[in-house]
C-alpha cells in the first residue's frame, strides 16, 4: 500500500481497501443466502410438476442470484489476490455436474457454506477485533474455496439454463 499511496495516505488506502473487500464479501455472502432461501423455500415442491411459467421463473431467480454470486465473488478474488496471492492463479478444477433439482438443492448448499466460511476468513483478516488473523486469508485453501464457490455459481446458472 506504501508503494501505491506517495502521497502519505497508506492507513487511509488500507482502511479504504478493508472496506471494500469485506463490503463485496458481504455482498456475495447475501447473494447466496439468497440462493439458499429460494432453494428452502420450495423444498417440499416438486418443481418438475408445477406449472412450466412457475418452474420457469423459479429457475430464472435462481440463475440471477447465481450470476450476481459469481460477478461479486470474480471481483471478490481479484480484490484480494492483488495484495495477498499477486502474480499467482491456482485453478480448481473441479466441475460442477448438477443433472437434477435434488443435485441443484446439493450445489446451493455447498456455495452457501463456501460464501460463508469465505466471508468469515475475509472478516478475521480484515477487521479489528479480538480475533483477527489473516492466516485463514493467505492460505491456499482459501484461495481454493473462492475459486470452488465461483465454480459452483457457474455450474448453478448452467443447469438453469439447461432446463429451461
Do not use: C
Not at 105 to 110: D, G, L, S, T, W
Not at 133 to 157: D, N, P, Y
Amino acid at each position: 500500500f506504501s508503494k501505491n499511496n506517495s502521497d502519505g495516505t497508506t492507513e487511509e488506502a488500507i482502511r479504504s481497501y478493508s472496506s471494500r473487500v469485506v463490503n463485496r464479501a458481504y455482498s456475495a455472502l447475501f447473494q447466496a443466502i439468497e440462493l439458499r432461501r429460494l432453494i428452502e423455500r420450495f423444498a417440499k415442491v416438486d418443481m418438475r410438476t408445477v406449472a412450466p411459467d412457475a418452474r420457469s421463473k423459479w429457475l430464472g431467480m435462481l440463475q440471477q442470484r447465481a450470476a450476481s454470486f459469481a460477478r461479486e465473488n470474480a471481483l471478490l478474488r481479484q480484490e484480494i489476490q492483488q495484495v495477498f496471492f499477486p502474480g499467482s492463479s491456482l485453478h480448481v478444477d473441479e466441475g460442477v455436474s448438477i443433472q437434477s433439482d435434488a443435485d441443484l438443492a446439493r450445489a446451493v448448499e455447498r456455495l452457501h457454506r463456501s460464501a460463508f466460511s469465505n466471508n468469515v476468513a475475509i472478516r478475521s483478516a480484515l477487521t479489528i477485533s479480538t480475533q483477527s488473523s489473516a492466516r485463514a486469508i493467505k492460505s491456499a485453501a482459501f484461495w481454493q474455496s473462492l475459486e470452488r464457490a465461483e465454480t459452483l455459481a457457474k455450474g448453478i446458472v448452467q443447469y438453469q439454463a439447461a432446463s429451461n
